[in-house]
């Protein structure tokens, strides 16, 4: 079956550093995700994606993050300067419908900021 | 208006037992609603969904149950084994194009053998 690939499985980066995560979603997709999950809570949403261009942010997506499409496979989500509070887990997920439908998680990216 | 509100936080369940977990939601734009399945270093899993035009919705061993007017649905496991033990989030989404997934703040599941 089919599945959203993230890399690195765990990244440790220190204070202001930026860091690039790594997502390849299904290939037929057409709408990328990215969420977090701080560690023992809820899985947040941070940003969608399609015909490369942001379709909705939260306001935890400030302007310390970006996302890109940069080829044909890949998304990535770039944190400019990382803070202590931007440790968690980064899934990527993406969806085929346009009118929604079931996303499908990668298995996350580890994020922590010493 | 966004929220979704799950519980209980934990559940211990007995092995063959049925396991209940239950979900609120607040704004009413929301048409579909899935469960998440999360294991310990793993993204979630979509498990099971339901959208509003029915009341429940059943896959093997997992059901949804759904009340619009309360604006609550419920996920039932029967006959519950260890290999369910988890993480469960429901989740909530206006199903238009990219919108985001709301999710519950998790239920840790644990089934005793």
């Known amino acids: 079956e089919p599945e959203v690939t993230q890399t690195p499985s765990h990244q440790v980066t220190q204070m202001g550093q930026e860091v690039i995560l790594r997502c390849v979603p299904i290939?037929?997709?057409?709408?990328f995700y990215w969420y977090r999950q701080i560690l023992g809570q809820k899985v947040e949403f941070l940003v969608s994606?399609?015909?490369?261009?942001?379709?909705?942010k939260s306001e935890i997506f400030d302007d310390q993050f970006s996302v890109e499409r940069p080829d044909g496979s890949n998304f990535t989500l770039k944190i400019r300067s990382t803070k202590l509070e931007d440790s968690a887990m980064y899934f990527c997920?993406?969806?085929?419908?346009?009118?929604?439908?079931?996303?499908?998680f990668g298995n996350g990216t580890r994020l922590t900021v010493t | 208006q966004q929220q979704v509100k799950q519980s209980p936080q934990s559940l211990i369940v007995q092995k063959g037992g049925i396991s209940i977990i239950n979900c609120a939601y607040e704004?009413?734009?929301?048409?579909?609603f899935p469960w998440y399945q999360q294991f310990p270093g793993k993204g979630p899993a979509l498990l099971i969904a339901?959208?509003?035009?029915?009341s429940e919705k059943k896959e093997g061993r997992f059901t949804i149950s759904f009340n619009k007017s309360a604006k609550q649905f419920s996920l039932h496991i029967m006959d519950s084994q260890p290999g369910d033990s988890a993480t469960y989030f429901c989740?909530?989404?206006?199903?238009?194009?990219?919108?985001?997934?709301?999710f519950g703040e998790g239920t840790q599941l644990t089934v005793n053998p």
């Open positions: 997920a993406s969806s085929a419908d346009l009118m929604g439908g079931p996303l499908h």
């Open positions: 290939s037929n997709h057409l709408y």
């Open positions: 994606f399609y015909n490369n261009e942001i379709s909705e």
């Open positions: 704004n009413t734009a929301f048409d579909y």
């Open positions: 339901i959208r509003p035009d029915v």
């Open positions: 989740a909530a989404r206006r199903e238009t194009s990219g919108s985001r997934l709301t």
